[in-house]
């Protein structure tokens, strides 16, 4: 058994007196995509805003490559990025200095190399020297991903990150995070709410509900255990359940 890249354990956040995640504990192989499955509000975001560092958590452990988040930060995120739909840029700069900034942020060097590299596989040469702020969603997306991509992370935190895509450029980013698992091994943390993905990308899916696990297993060990035919059958009958 290789160890995981990704051990939280016992992790609690609480909102004065709401727990909007209550006790969960999972882990992250080496390459391996982990699906983080549930209703709004059921925590997800909650819960890649405290493995980044950016929420503090009420209660639990979260480890990286076998240090602790909470006393070796620095380390730890050097080697994590993320992307999120719902979080952009800054809005002055254009896509090519925003990508140059995550860049020195990094300490990466031969910068200008690797920001044509990714301009060229996401495909924005198109708006690379656009200002972010008239960027449409769908490139502004793009941009998110990019940036995540820019610094060769060995973990990815991606919240929603086809959600504004058109379905073309869902499929290419897709497969080119397939191919960044298969080629460099890196590991992913995965939400979205089209069950479709979910069960063509993860390896294993996680279903939060009211900030607890409810589910566990690949997408066809869940879809069994529930009955049900496929994963939209089971999100639908577990969001319902009280
Ligand atoms: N800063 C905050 N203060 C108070 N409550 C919060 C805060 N952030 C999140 N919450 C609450 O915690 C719960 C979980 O929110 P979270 O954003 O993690 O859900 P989510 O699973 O990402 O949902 P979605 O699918 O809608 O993105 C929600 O009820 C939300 O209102
Ligand atoms: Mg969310």
């Given amino acids: 058994m290789s160890t995981p890249v990704l051990h939280v354990q016992h992790l609690v956040k609480q909102f004065g007196e709401f727990v909007a995640v209550n ?18 509000g059921a925590g997800k975001t909650t819960t890649i805003q405290m493995l ?64 044509d590299g990714i301009v060229k596989r996401f495909e924005m040469g198109d708006f690379r020297h656009k200002v972010t702020r008239k960027l449409s969603s769908g490139q502004s997306t793009r941009l998110g991903l990019a940036k995540a991509f820019l610094t060769e992370p060995k973990i990815l935190f991606l919240d929603e990150p086809t959600a504004s895509l058109d379905p073309d450029i869902a499929q290419k980013i897709r497969s080119f995070l397939k191919e960044e698992r298969r080629s460099s091994g890196l590991s992913v943390l995965y939400t979205s709410h089209n069950m479709h993905e979910m069960e063509e990308m993860t390896d294993r899916i996680i279903f939060l509900q009211k900030g607890k696990i409810v589910a566990e297993g690949t997408a066809q060990e869940i879809v069994a255990r529930f009955g049900q035919t496929d994963l939209e059958e089971v999100f639908v009958k577990l969001a319902r359940e009280e």
């Fill in 23 to 40: 006790d969960i504990s999972f882990d992250i192989k080496p390459g391996e995509i982990l699906g983080l499955l549930g209703p709004n």
């Fill in 52 to 115: 980044l560092g950016l929420v503090t958590p009420t209660a639990g452990s979260i480890q990286m490559f076998g240090l602790d988040l909470a006393t070796d930060r620095e380390a730890i995120l050097q080697q994590v990025n993320f992307s999120s739909t719902y979080v952009s840029m800054p809005q002055a700069l254009t896509v090519e200095e925003n990508l140059w900034v995550i860049a020195r942020l990094y300490g990466l060097s031969q910068i200008q190399q690797r920001v």
